[in-house]
Each structure stands twice: as structure tokens, then as C-alpha cells.
């Protein structure tokens, strides 16, 4: 199919699935979910098609675990369909309804965006994922994945729209443009004519592609500089346990911890105690001068350490003299994703939640929860970063817009 038809299709589809009542889109999705597990191993072997060609183009480890498919991957990316179908439907919900002096009745209602592009690069679950939310949420969705994933992404579509043909609804709610060409990306950032949203998810040079050359309105997903700044009243055990799993439970994700801020004070005593833990894992600390002094085996940051997203075993550290200068730190190279302070002073806490200009700022925790499963949403469109109609991990409400429904008896306009 062209673009064209693709767009088409999917426009006719979304005006079906905007008047599906919820108990049809929950069968949807449980089928599509039985059709993931029951087609597990035609799926794993397209995985593994992707993975020889991205082992033999060099990929890095990073991207090669983000691109990885196996069982329990699988059986996760069909039990968050059944997540998402257990969570109550938002279209139809009625936010207001206010009587007007005229006695005009004028309220609003939860309806679905319509159609929804996503781009994004070498992660398959995102396929399931993202056709889950915006099924649920009454959209249809056209996706564009990366040519890393082509042979995986085809695999779960084409099970997916099984599981839609055995529930009896339109398999057009969801498609795939398996055209790789770059050119075929560009020219579908121009589909407006049928394309009501795009949301770009992966690195910045995508993302910032997406958000200069589209002419539909995108919704900026965000690259993750995400910071743990350990204060001086810091529980050392906890702050070596939370840094561990940021940092090393996966090392291709946008909510791993990127870059460490210390407080000068503590900085002899703890650093040592990082350097230890971290070494379980072979992670390469690049720190101020200070602190490759404290620790030698370290190696010297330099000024574009203090802004970069690794995806790799490597931390950026920096020793700072108070909380106002860690704020400081993190807004000026934070990507506005999720930021981290673990402390044992309730002042230091609450200045650091109100004061960090973040999607997701957390207290004594890790930053790798800010994810659609863990915060309820059953799964996530994406991470939005910036401030307009989204922020933090999008679920089903994020993928609808509101109109007004005005009930009269005859008034006119004087």
C-alpha cells in the first residue's frame, strides 16, 4: 500500500473504533494478547533475523538489549494488553456540565485523538504497546518503526491484526509502513491530511527530525539525562542500592540514571563505596577533577559528559557544595525527564520536588520507574518531557482530547 492508502485506511478506521463500546475493544485486546503468546515462536524467529543483522552492523549493547525479544518479553508485551484492557475506558467520560444563566447546559467529553502516528526506532514491544493504548483509548495508529526491527515488528503486527480478526474488529485500526527508506519516514511526517498526532520515541536525533520537519503536531517524547543527586544526609546504603539498579537493571532505557550529583561533603567517604558497587558491573565513572582526586581510578569528565544520554555502563559525576547548586546542575544539563534525591532531610526533599523542572522527580526511589506499568497506566505511549497536553509516561487519557456538548431548549443569540 501507499502512504496514501495506508492514511486513508486508517482515517476510516478511527471513526469505527471512536463508537466502540469498551467491552469490544477489551475483547480486542485480549485476543490480540492470546495471539502474541499462541505465535510466540514465529515471533522470536523474526527477533532473531533482526538481531544477527544488528550483531554483524556493529549495533551497540545498549540498542542490542532495547531490540531483544525473548519468551518473557513476549508473555510481558501480551499481559500489558490485558492490562490495558482491565483499565477503565476514558472515552465518553463527561469532565463538566455547567448551566449557563441562558439556561445552556454546556459540558466536556473525553473523545479519542483519532488517528495517531508514532516513529519510533529498534524496540519491538513498543509495537504492542503502543497499539494497545491507543486501541483502548478508541484511536487507530500507524507505525513506523525502525529498519533495525522491520522483520520483529512485522511479526507482532501480523499477529496483533489476528487477534482483532478473531474478535470481529476493523484490522485497519492498526498498520504498519514496512517501507525502511528514510524517505518514506519523511514523507509520512507529512501525512496531515490523515494523521491527527505523531509521536516520535527514540534518541535525540530522531525526536529532534521529527519535531522540525512534521506537519503534524508532535508530541515530544523525551531523551533521558536523568540525574540521582545524593545529599549530604543521604542513607549511604540506600543511595549505593537505588544508583545500582538506575543505573545498571537496563542500560538502554530513557528513565536510567545518567549522571550522579554528590555533595562535596560526603564526597570522601561515599565515593569510594560507589566505586566498589559499581565495579559489579564494569561501570565507567567520569567525574570532576575533585573527584577523580578522591578516586583516581576515575576518569576525568569532560563538559559535554554533564549533558550526554550513554545508554551504556558509563556515569557522569559532579561534587557540588549544596542543594541549590545540585538544582542548578540538573536543570541546566537535565533533559526534563526524571531526576532523583535521595536524603534523609524533609526541607532538602520538598525543595528538590518543587524546584526541579522535571516530568517525574523522585524522593529515595529510582528513576527507573517512570514507565507507563509501573505508575498504573498498564503501558505507555511514550515519556513526554515537554509541557503541552502531556507530561511524564502517557496512557490511555493522554491519547484523547475533549470536546464541548451543549444541550439547549431554543435559545438563540441576542
Known sequence: MTLQEIGQRAKEASAKLGILGAAEKNKGLLQAAKALTDRQEEILRANEQD???????????????????????????????RQVAALDDPVGEVLSMKKRPNGLLIGQKRVPLGVIGIIYEARPNVTADAFGLCFKS????ILKGGSDAICSNKAIVSCLKKGLAWAGLPEEALQLIEDTDRAATQAFMKLNQYVDVLIPRGGAGLIRAVVENSTIPVIETGTGNCHIYVDETADFDMALEIIYNAKTQRIGVCNACESLVIHRQIAEAFLPLLKKKLEEKQVEIRGDEEACRIVPEFTLAAEEDWGKEYLDYILSCRLVDSIEEAIGHINRY??????????????????????????????NASTRFTDGNEFGFGAEI????????ARGPMGLKELTTTKYIIYGSGQVRP
Open 138 to 141: 478508541g484511536n487507530a495508529v
Open 51 to 81: 538481531m544477527e543483522k544488528a550483531r554483524a552492523s556493529g549495533m551497540s549493547q545498549g540498542l542490542l538489549d532495547r531490540l531483544k525479544l525473548t519468551p518473557e518479553r513476549i508473555d510481558g508485551m501480551a499481559d500489558g494488553l
Open 334 to 363: 537535565g533533559t526534563k525527564h526524571s531526576e532523583a534525591i535521595i536524603t534523609r532531610d524533609y526541607d532538602h526533599a520538598q525543595k528538590f520536588l518543587n524546584e526541579v523542572d522535571a516530568a517525574a522527580v523522585y524522593v
Open 382 to 389: 511514550g515519556i513526554s518531557n515537554q509541557k503541552l497536553h
